[in-house]
Protein backbone atom coordinates (compact mmCIF):
# COMPACT_ATOMS: atom_id res chain seq x y z
CA UNK A 1 0.00 0.00 0.00
CA UNK A 2 1.61 3.24 -1.35
CA UNK A 3 0.21 6.80 -0.26
CA UNK A 4 0.68 10.34 -1.10
CA UNK A 5 -1.11 12.55 1.66
CA UNK A 6 -2.32 15.98 -0.35
CA UNK A 7 -3.87 18.88 1.46
CA UNK A 8 -3.02 22.38 2.37
CA UNK A 9 -0.72 22.79 5.76
CA UNK A 10 -2.92 21.94 8.79
CA UNK A 11 -5.53 20.00 6.79
CA UNK A 12 -4.70 16.99 8.90
CA UNK A 13 -2.30 15.53 6.73
CA UNK A 14 0.34 14.19 9.28
CA UNK A 15 -2.40 13.64 11.82
CA UNK A 16 -4.50 11.06 9.50
CA UNK A 17 -0.69 9.54 8.32
CA UNK A 18 -0.27 8.66 11.58
CA UNK A 19 -3.56 6.52 12.09
CA UNK A 20 -2.94 4.90 8.60
CA UNK A 21 0.51 3.90 9.87
CA UNK A 22 -0.96 2.30 12.73
CA UNK A 23 -3.83 0.56 11.48
CA UNK A 24 -1.91 -0.66 8.54
CA UNK A 25 1.47 -1.13 9.75
CA UNK A 26 3.40 0.83 6.95
CA UNK A 27 6.10 3.77 7.76
CA UNK A 28 5.02 7.01 7.96
CA UNK A 29 7.54 9.62 5.92
CA UNK A 30 7.10 13.25 6.82
CA UNK A 31 9.59 15.13 4.98
CA UNK A 32 8.77 18.35 7.41
CA UNK A 33 9.53 15.98 10.47
CA UNK A 34 13.30 14.71 8.38
CA UNK A 35 14.06 18.24 8.01
CA UNK A 36 12.94 19.49 11.74
CA UNK A 37 15.45 16.39 12.91
CA UNK A 38 18.27 17.26 10.88
CA UNK A 39 17.79 21.23 11.97
CA UNK A 40 17.51 19.79 15.85
CA UNK A 41 20.55 17.65 15.61
CA UNK A 42 22.64 20.82 13.67
CA UNK A 43 23.09 18.85 10.47
CA UNK A 44 24.06 20.86 7.13
CA UNK A 45 20.74 19.85 5.28
CA UNK A 46 18.92 21.36 8.63
CA UNK A 47 20.77 25.00 8.43
CA UNK A 48 19.98 25.37 4.55
CA UNK A 49 16.13 23.66 5.18
CA UNK A 50 15.62 26.15 7.72
CA UNK A 51 16.09 29.16 6.00
CA UNK A 52 13.28 28.31 3.65
CA UNK A 53 11.09 26.63 6.10
CA UNK A 54 11.37 30.11 8.60
CA UNK A 55 9.51 31.81 5.61
CA UNK A 56 7.06 29.74 4.91
CA UNK A 57 8.78 28.83 1.38
CA UNK A 58 9.23 24.89 0.07
CA UNK A 59 12.85 23.40 0.43
CA UNK A 60 14.24 23.16 -2.72
CA UNK A 61 13.71 19.87 -4.93
CA UNK A 62 17.61 19.70 -5.29
CA UNK A 63 17.57 18.82 -1.51
CA UNK A 64 14.01 17.13 -1.07
CA UNK A 65 14.43 14.40 -3.67
CA UNK A 66 16.98 12.38 -3.31
CA UNK A 67 16.50 12.14 0.93
CA UNK A 68 12.80 10.91 0.23
CA UNK A 69 14.18 8.52 -2.64
CA UNK A 70 17.08 7.20 -0.58
CA UNK A 71 14.35 6.58 2.02
CA UNK A 72 11.98 4.62 0.42
CA UNK A 73 14.55 2.15 -0.58
CA UNK A 74 15.35 1.01 2.79
CA UNK A 75 14.08 -2.14 4.23
CA UNK A 76 10.50 -1.25 6.13
CA UNK A 77 9.49 0.51 2.92
CA UNK A 78 9.09 -2.77 1.21
CA UNK A 79 5.33 -3.40 2.21
CA UNK A 80 4.39 0.22 1.52
CA UNK A 81 4.92 4.02 3.05
CA UNK A 82 2.38 7.10 3.49
CA UNK A 83 4.28 9.72 1.98
CA UNK A 84 3.37 12.91 4.28
CA UNK A 85 4.40 16.32 2.89
CA UNK A 86 5.96 15.00 -0.27
CA UNK A 87 5.11 15.33 -3.57
CA UNK A 88 5.02 18.96 -2.96
CA UNK A 89 5.76 20.21 -6.64
CA UNK A 90 5.06 18.82 -10.06
CA UNK A 91 8.72 18.01 -10.35
CA UNK A 92 9.13 15.95 -6.96
CA UNK A 93 5.85 14.19 -8.20
CA UNK A 94 8.02 13.74 -11.71
CA UNK A 95 10.84 12.14 -9.63
CA UNK A 96 8.75 10.29 -7.51
CA UNK A 97 6.66 8.13 -10.16
CA UNK A 98 10.55 7.96 -12.36
CA UNK A 99 12.59 5.92 -9.03
CA UNK A 100 8.98 3.87 -8.47
CA UNK A 101 8.84 3.16 -12.56
CA UNK A 102 13.00 2.13 -12.22
CA UNK A 103 11.36 -0.71 -9.57
CA UNK A 104 8.19 -1.55 -11.67
CA UNK A 105 6.40 0.17 -9.06
CA UNK A 106 3.10 2.64 -9.12
CA UNK A 107 1.68 4.72 -6.61
CA UNK A 108 -1.97 2.88 -4.98
CA UNK A 109 -3.35 6.61 -4.12
CA UNK A 110 -3.13 10.34 -3.49
CA UNK A 111 -5.23 11.28 -0.73
CA UNK A 112 -6.42 14.80 -0.81
CA UNK A 113 -7.54 16.05 2.77
CA UNK A 114 -9.89 19.08 1.57
CA UNK A 115 -10.14 22.19 4.20
CA UNK A 116 -10.66 25.70 2.93
CA UNK A 117 -8.08 28.45 3.45
CA UNK A 118 -10.52 29.75 6.25
CA UNK A 119 -10.35 26.79 8.99
CA UNK A 120 -6.95 26.69 8.18
CA UNK A 121 -5.15 29.70 10.14
CA UNK A 122 -7.22 28.73 13.27
CA UNK A 123 -5.63 25.23 12.78
CA UNK A 124 -2.43 26.16 12.66
CA UNK A 125 -2.65 28.80 15.72
CA UNK A 126 -3.57 26.10 18.00
CA UNK A 127 -1.26 23.03 16.59
CA UNK A 128 1.45 22.33 19.33
CA UNK A 129 4.26 19.91 18.47
CA UNK A 130 6.32 18.38 20.70
CA UNK A 131 9.74 18.88 20.97
CA UNK A 132 10.90 15.49 21.37
CA UNK A 133 8.98 12.71 19.65
CA UNK A 134 7.56 14.90 17.12
CA UNK A 135 3.74 14.23 18.09
CA UNK A 136 1.14 16.73 16.97
CA UNK A 137 -1.64 18.08 19.30
CA UNK A 138 -4.30 20.98 18.79
CA UNK A 139 -5.25 22.99 21.96
CA UNK A 140 -9.05 22.50 21.31
CA UNK A 141 -9.73 19.74 19.07
CA UNK A 142 -6.81 17.23 20.46
CA UNK A 143 -5.40 18.61 23.47
CA UNK A 144 -2.45 16.21 24.89
CA UNK A 145 -3.76 14.62 28.17
CA UNK A 146 -0.37 16.08 30.11
CA UNK A 147 -1.31 19.91 29.54
CA UNK A 148 1.36 21.48 27.64
CA UNK A 149 3.65 18.43 27.61
CA UNK A 150 3.32 15.73 25.34
CA UNK A 151 1.91 12.60 26.36
CA UNK A 152 3.86 10.02 24.72
CA UNK A 153 7.09 11.36 25.55
CA UNK A 154 7.09 14.14 28.15
CA UNK A 155 8.98 16.94 26.02
CA UNK A 156 7.86 20.18 26.14
CA UNK A 157 5.43 21.27 23.31
CA UNK A 158 5.36 24.30 21.17
CA UNK A 159 3.83 26.08 18.65
CA UNK A 160 5.61 25.83 15.96
CA UNK A 161 7.92 29.07 14.52
CA UNK A 162 6.19 28.88 10.87
CA UNK A 163 2.87 28.31 12.08
CA UNK A 164 2.54 31.90 12.99
CA UNK A 165 -0.17 33.69 11.45
CA UNK A 166 1.80 35.47 8.76
CA UNK A 167 3.59 32.64 7.80
CA UNK A 168 0.99 30.35 7.18
CA UNK A 169 -0.40 33.06 5.21
CA UNK A 170 2.58 32.36 2.89
CA UNK A 171 2.49 28.81 3.44
CA UNK A 172 -0.92 28.59 1.74
CA UNK A 173 0.42 30.86 -1.31
CA UNK A 174 2.94 28.72 -2.09
CA UNK A 175 0.65 25.43 -1.76
CA UNK A 176 -1.90 26.83 -3.75
CA UNK A 177 1.43 27.72 -6.42
CA UNK A 178 2.93 24.91 -6.05
CA UNK A 179 1.35 22.12 -4.59
CA UNK A 180 -2.50 22.16 -5.28
CA UNK A 181 -1.46 21.39 -9.21
CA UNK A 182 -0.53 17.83 -7.94
CA UNK A 183 -4.51 17.55 -7.38
CA UNK A 184 -5.02 17.18 -11.04
CA UNK A 185 -1.45 15.29 -11.62
CA UNK A 186 -2.62 12.17 -9.70
CA UNK A 187 -6.33 13.51 -11.04
CA UNK A 188 -5.30 12.54 -14.43
CA UNK A 189 -3.37 8.81 -12.93
CA UNK A 190 -7.02 7.92 -11.64
CA UNK A 191 -5.57 7.63 -7.91
CA UNK A 192 -6.86 10.85 -6.76
CA UNK A 193 -9.36 10.32 -3.77
CA UNK A 194 -10.93 13.42 -1.83
CA UNK A 195 -12.09 13.19 1.63
CA UNK A 196 -13.58 16.13 3.60
CA UNK A 197 -11.38 17.07 5.96
CA UNK A 198 -13.24 19.67 7.86
CA UNK A 199 -14.92 16.99 9.84
CA UNK A 200 -13.84 15.36 13.34
CA UNK A 201 -10.63 13.63 12.89
CA UNK A 202 -12.12 10.22 13.27
CA UNK A 203 -14.90 10.90 10.84
CA UNK A 204 -12.24 11.71 8.06
CA UNK A 205 -10.08 8.56 9.19
CA UNK A 206 -13.29 6.60 8.48
CA UNK A 207 -13.66 8.01 5.47
CA UNK A 208 -9.84 6.80 4.62
CA UNK A 209 -10.08 3.66 5.51
CA UNK A 210 -13.61 3.30 3.28
CA UNK A 211 -11.22 4.49 0.25
CA UNK A 212 -8.41 1.97 1.25
CA UNK A 213 -10.64 -0.54 1.70
CA UNK A 214 -12.68 -0.64 -1.05
P1 LIG B 1 2.64 21.05 7.17
O1 LIG B 1 2.38 19.62 7.55
O2 LIG B 1 2.08 21.98 8.15
O3 LIG B 1 2.26 21.38 5.77
P2 LIG B 1 5.36 20.18 6.97
O4 LIG B 1 5.85 19.70 8.27
O5 LIG B 1 4.91 19.18 5.97
O6 LIG B 1 4.20 21.22 7.26
O7 LIG B 1 6.45 21.10 6.27
C1 LIG B 1 7.04 22.17 6.94
C2 LIG B 1 7.96 22.90 5.97
O8 LIG B 1 9.00 21.99 5.54
C3 LIG B 1 7.31 23.37 4.68
O9 LIG B 1 6.68 24.63 4.82
C4 LIG B 1 8.52 23.43 3.75
O10 LIG B 1 9.33 24.57 4.01
C5 LIG B 1 9.34 22.22 4.19
N1 LIG B 1 8.99 21.02 3.40
C6 LIG B 1 8.40 19.88 3.86
N2 LIG B 1 8.24 18.99 2.87
C7 LIG B 1 8.73 19.57 1.74
C8 LIG B 1 8.84 19.16 0.38
N3 LIG B 1 8.39 17.97 -0.04
N4 LIG B 1 9.42 20.02 -0.49
C9 LIG B 1 9.85 21.22 -0.08
N5 LIG B 1 9.77 21.68 1.16
C10 LIG B 1 9.21 20.86 2.09
P1 LIG C 1 -0.77 18.86 8.36
O1 LIG C 1 0.11 17.67 8.57
O2 LIG C 1 -1.65 18.72 7.16
O3 LIG C 1 -0.04 20.15 8.39
P2 LIG C 1 -1.75 18.30 11.07
O4 LIG C 1 -2.13 16.87 11.02
O5 LIG C 1 -0.51 18.67 11.79
O6 LIG C 1 -1.79 18.93 9.59
O7 LIG C 1 -2.99 19.09 11.72
C1 LIG C 1 -2.93 20.52 11.90
C2 LIG C 1 -3.58 20.86 13.25
O8 LIG C 1 -4.98 20.61 13.19
C3 LIG C 1 -3.05 20.03 14.41
O9 LIG C 1 -3.06 20.84 15.55
C4 LIG C 1 -4.08 18.89 14.53
O10 LIG C 1 -4.16 18.38 15.86
C5 LIG C 1 -5.37 19.58 14.12
N1 LIG C 1 -6.29 18.71 13.38
C6 LIG C 1 -5.99 17.69 12.53
N2 LIG C 1 -7.11 17.14 12.01
C7 LIG C 1 -8.15 17.84 12.53
C8 LIG C 1 -9.58 17.76 12.37
N3 LIG C 1 -10.16 16.86 11.56
N4 LIG C 1 -10.33 18.65 13.06
C9 LIG C 1 -9.76 19.58 13.87
N5 LIG C 1 -8.42 19.71 14.05
C10 LIG C 1 -7.62 18.86 13.40
ZN1 LIG D 1 6.61 13.68 22.41
Do not use: W
Request: one cysteine or more; hydrophobic letters at 35%; charged letters at 30%.
Amino acid sequence: MKIVMLGAPGAGKGTQAKMIAAKYEVPHISTGDIFRANIKNGTELGRKAKEYMDQGLLVPDELTVDLVIDRLSQEDCKKGYILDGFPRTIPQAEALDAALAKRGEKMDYAIDVDVPDENIVNRMSGRRACTGCGATYHIVHNPSGKGDVCEVCGEVLVLRDDDKPETVQKRLTVYHDQTQPLIDYYTTQGILKAVDGTQDMNDVFTAITKILEA
